[in-house]
């Protein structure tokens, strides 16, 4: 096998969309809540900046993890849901967890 066929395999790709330091705490709290703010998501995960979840959150939209809805109000509200991709990752991460937990 050479390194160039791992670069384009499905596992590097899944990999890449969940991962990172504050990727992990944020699916939780989505799989959890079926719409969550910005604020009450930062508000959940203790030490996390506002810039990097923003970034965070803006990766998970980016690879259709998750799904952001504006309500039109005065401030504008922002909710964040897993989208039907995200909520496909239920059973992949309920094994990874129980393989953590050993």
């Not at 809805?69 to 005065?74: A, E, L, M």
């Not at 922002?78 to 967890?97: A, M, R």
Request: proline share 4%; with cysteine.
């Amino acid at each position: 096998m050479k390194y160039e066929d791992f670069e384009g395999c499905g596992l590097k790709k899944a990999l890449d969309m969940i991962s990172g330091k504050w990727t992990p705490p944020i699916l939780y709290f989505l799989f959890n809540n079926q719409d969550i703010r910005f604020n009450d998501l930062w508000r959940e995960i203790p030490r996390i900046s506002k810039k990097v979840l923003a970034e965070r959150l803006k990766h998970l939209e980016n690879v259709d993890l998750i799904s952001k809805r504006k309500v039109d109000s005065f401030p504008v509200e922002v909710y964040y849901s897993l989208s039907e991709k995200g909520k496909s990752l239920g059973d992949i991460l309920s094994v990874l967890d129980k393989f953590g937990s050993k």
